[in-house]
């Protein structure tokens, strides 16, 4: 009995040392992911302004926690991420746009650069996307 006893101690006790471990293995893991996402949107309006040989708008609304990726007018949807609860586990508050919208015009070229800022348990990733369409996760 006494074997019994200390043999679930030692499985409580090491169990609920990898149960936090665990946990954040899995919001840095959904990090990654919604930032590879995100990146691989941006690089998507570059060439979607290429290849359509119009002007392309990147714009963030915090409310639906939605990226958009759409032409100008904003009446053509080419892509739409959702940064939310249900998709990666963020909230509002762990996605900031340093500015929103973004045009990308057909000469390869954005009207400004962007850096956008996940962050969630201390985990922190930042996509920033040069005028040119270099981007980069840090």
């Known amino acids: 009995m006494l074997e019994v006893m200390v ?13 936090g471990k665990i946990h954040l293995l899995m919001i840095q893991t959904r990090i990654q992911r919604a930032a590879t996402s995100v ?26 926690q939605q990226m958009a990726v759409t032409d100008r007018a904003g009446t053509t949807a080419f892509r739409h991420t959702n940064l939310d609860m249900g998709s990666y586990g963020l909230r509002p508050k762990d996605v900031s746009f340093s500015r929103s ?8 070229l954005a009207n400004d650069t962007l850096t956008i800022t996940i962050r969630r348990s201390g985990n922190i990733k930042l996509i920033r996307m040069s005028r040119a369409g270099l981007v980069l996760i840090q």
């Open 39 to 64: 990146q691989n949107d941006l690089e998507a309006a570059f060439a979607l302004a290429g290849r359509n040989r119009r002007p392309i708008r990147i714009s963030w609304n915090s409310s639906t």
């Open 7 to 19: 043999a679930l101690v030692i499985v409580g006790v090491t169990s609920s040392i990898t149960v």
């Open 101 to 108: 919208p973004v045009e990308v015009y057909p000469d390869g």
